[in-house]
């Protein structure tokens, strides 16, 4: 892979002489971001987890796989992604001819980055036999060595429509493939991956939160450790979070993923309270530091010069389409 890498949009655009003056601190951004979308016929994608600000100007919000979904589908020339690298990149791999952006280049994930893909492919031919099935928090390189990639909303759909003797193994993420393991019962070699804001939530804090919150519902992204989930009354998806939520009778949550879901909680269930699942450090709540790049600033200068662009080699690009197509065709099968 390889981008136009300029670094963050403020920083490096000033650098190389694009841009000498912060934005008029009274430009209405809101506004502007919405000409730019009109004159450069551009669509905004937006992840769940980005600030609030983000969403509210976003074209459509959602989880990984409504993202891919509305990337494959899209008409704009321009596909602005309000997220992390990897979800950039795959904007790209299914948009090959349009141009991909993202704010900030140094939005990465530390889930993506627990799997090396030199090292990935040593693991992978020591299971020649294997199917592998990747989850969509990994590199295009990841990707292109997969043979299905799969979603948190999806993964049990998908791992159940192979052959119950199809061998198979699950990257990047363990503790998603552990609940998965558990789920459909089939049994697989697991790469020793995890995200950074689901493996540091506190069962002692969360425990106590219950007892100052005893009627608080806890649920649980998949990605959290076993320990977190044992304690969940509901697991799912970031969407299926939200949906949860919006469906169930309680009216107070303590929610265990990225804290960037609750503000369309808020929005869905405004007479329902929502508190953040605190880490296991002396933050409040668990913000990923690779989302939280992305700022309404640096989104319209992204969107004013068009860069930072995503770029990568043609070879991984053709590989990686094939098992994110894979994905997509048996979402749209199951009907998700």
Known sequence: ???????????????????????NPDL?????????????????????????DIQDVADYIGDSLGLAQEAEKTNAEIIVFA??????ETAKILNP???VLLPDLNAGCSLADSAPADLFK???????????????????????????????????KIIESLPAEQKIIFA????????????????????????????IFSQEKIAKLKVRHPNAKLIAHP????????????IG???????????DSSKEYIVATETGILHQMQISSPEKTFIPAPPDNNCACNDCPHMKLNTLEKLYLCMKYEMPEITMDAEILKAAKKPIERMLSISKQYGL
């Open 1 to 23: 892979m390889k981008d136009i890498n300029i670094g963050s949009a403020i920083s490096d655009l000033k650098k190389f002489g694009f841009l000498n003056i912060e934005p």
């Open 28 to 52: 209405d951004l809101f506004s502007e971001i919405e000409k730019l979308k009109k004159e450069k016929n551009a669509v905004l994608l937006a992840h769940y987890y980005q600030e609030p």
């Open 83 to 88: 997220g992390v690298h990897f979800m950039a």
């Open 97 to 99: 001819q349009k141009k």
């Open 122 to 156: 040593k693991f992978k031919e020591r299971y020649p036999d294997y199917l592998v099935i990747s989850y969509i928090n990994c590199s295009a390189e990841i990707k292109a060595l997969s043979d299905i990639i799969c979603t948190s909303s999806n993964a049990q």
């Open 172 to 199: 990047p993420d363990k503790n998603l493939g552990a609940y998965l393991m558990k789920k459909t019962g089939r049994d697989m070699v697991l790469w020793n991956g995890a995200c950074m804001v689901h493996e």
């Open 223 to 234: 990605e959290c450790e076993e320990h977190i989930l044992r304690m969940a009354e509901y």
């Open 237 to 247: 998806s970031t969407t299926g979070l939200l949906k949860y939520t919006e469906t």
